[in-house]
């Protein structure tokens, strides 16, 4: 299946792997803090989703859903607008192997690869197996772009990436270095053949005036109580228009791919453009869910992409050798 052209669609379950919370753990997860002043907003939120859960068990979404729908009021514009900045803040949080000396806001970088094992085997696997055309991610973190690099790579072997749905040369700002004065690397350029779709925003991104400014951290998600550019995850989001290009572009990959791997991603009723997106570019694909949960979503799935060829495969890292089998064989998934 060499020539087989695919894209990989990643939701929180793929971050999860290397440490990331899921929707569920975002409200409640370990926060670097980078004011006091952002301590004191990060209670307050944590003070209200207390108080909102208190004797029931109800999903982080519809929290955020409900900060969502009150924004209208002051108070529920200050409560919304601090429960993205923390979620941003929980995200940006360095975790495991990317904890280092300098400043969290710095850390992380595009140009350090992950290290974890579960993902470079992922990307080893789908990279012998497929001629990978995307990736459309749904989460905010830069665990895909690091994992497949900046640039092309010999050791392991990488493709590179750039940003979809933007122009190119895209040069990212921020030393590679931080608090270095070499020129050279205040600056990086994404140089890969691998556009890496990210609907809904990034935490290295910044708006300035409509157009995205891109970092080679997560500094965004920390300065003036978090400016990074994401779409939060509440329900009946609208496409603002500096995503445009990115949505539109990210629907003739997913059109032109002819396997779809998802990892992670249980297609949640509340994000109904995701589920549009998908509809509307899915038919008569083969598609393969690596999840743990993936026989339980099999319907869910099927309910969006009536005619696609579904194929409900363990999470990983044990699926792994269950989609190794599956590109292996002559002919296709299907």
């Given at each position: 299946?060499?020539?087989?052209?695919?894209?990989?669609?990643?939701?929180?379950?793929?971050?999860?792997?290397?440490?990331?919370?899921?929707?569920?753990?975002?409200?409640?997860?370990?926060?670097?803090?980078?004011?006091?002043?952002?301590?004191?907003?990060?209670?307050?939120?944590?003070?209200?989703?207390?108080?909102?859960?208190?004797?029931?068990?109800?999903?982080?979404?519809?929290?955020?859903?409900?900060?969502?729908?009150?924004?209208?009021?002051?108070?529920?514009?200050?409560?919304?607008?601090?429960?993205?900045?923390?979620?941003?803040?929980?995200?940006?949080?360095?975790?495991?192997?990317?904890?280092?000396?300098?400043?969290?806001?710095?850390?992380?970088?595009?140009?350090?690869?992950?290290?974890?094992?579960?993902?470079?085997?992922?990307?080893?696997?789908?990279?012998?197996?497929?001629?990978?055309?995307?990736?459309?991610?749904?989460?905010?973190?830069?665990?895909?772009?690091?994992?497949?690099?900046?640039?092309?790579?010999?050791?392991?072997?990488?493709?590179?990436?750039?940003?979809?749905?933007?122009?190119?040369?895209?040069?990212?700002?921020?030393?590679?270095?931080?608090?270095?004065?070499?020129?050279?690397?205040r600056s990086i350029e994404l140089t890969g053949s691998v556009p890496v779709f990210k609907l809904h925003g990034s935490l290295n991104w910044s708006l300035a005036d409509s157009n995205v400014i891109m970092y080679q951290d997560m500094r965004p998600a920390f300065r003036r109580g978090g400016d990074a550019a994401i779409v939060p995850p509440a329900a009946k989001k609208s496409i603002p228009a500096w995503m445009k290009g990115v949505w539109d572009e990210a629907a003739h990959v997913l059109d032109e791919a002819s396997l779809w791997i998802v990892v992670g991603y249980s297609l949640p009723p509340y994000d109904h453009d995701v589920r549009r997106l998908l509809a509307g570019t899915g038919a008569g694909k083969d598609v393969v869910l690596l999840d743990p949960a993936s026989k339980s979503l099999y319907a869910r799935w099927k309910d969006v992409l009536h005619d696609a060829q579904i194929s409900p495969l363990q999470g990983l890292p044990e699926g792994l050798g269950e989609i190794e089998e599956l590109l292996g064989q002559a002919g296709g998934v299907g």
């Open positions: 299946m060499a020539g087989t052209s695919s894209v990989c669609i990643l939701g929180a379950g793929f971050s999860h792997i290397a440490g990331l919370p899921l929707a569920s753990d975002l409200l409640t997860s370990q926060v670097y803090a980078a004011s006091d002043a952002a301590l004191r907003r990060h209670s307050a939120v944590w003070i209200d989703y207390k108080a909102w859960t208190s004797g029931q068990h109800q999903p982080t979404e519809l929290y955020l859903t409900r900060l969502f729908s009150q924004r209208g009021t002051l108070n529920g514009a200050r409560l919304w607008a601090w429960a993205v900045e923390l979620l941003a803040a929980v995200l940006a949080t360095p975790k495991r192997s990317d904890r280092v000396a300098s400043s969290p806001r710095y850390q992380g970088r595009i140009t350090s690869p992950v290290r974890d094992p579960v993902h470079d085997d992922f990307w080893r696997c789908i990279l012998a197996g497929t001629e990978m055309k995307g990736v459309i991610t749904t989460n905010y973190d830069m665990l895909a772009e690091r994992g497949l690099r900046h640039r092309p790579m010999l050791r392991p072997q990488r493709p590179g990436v750039y940003y979809g749905g933007f122009p190119r040369p895209q040069l990212l700002k921020g030393q590679a270095s931080p608090f270095t004065t070499a020129i050279d690397m």
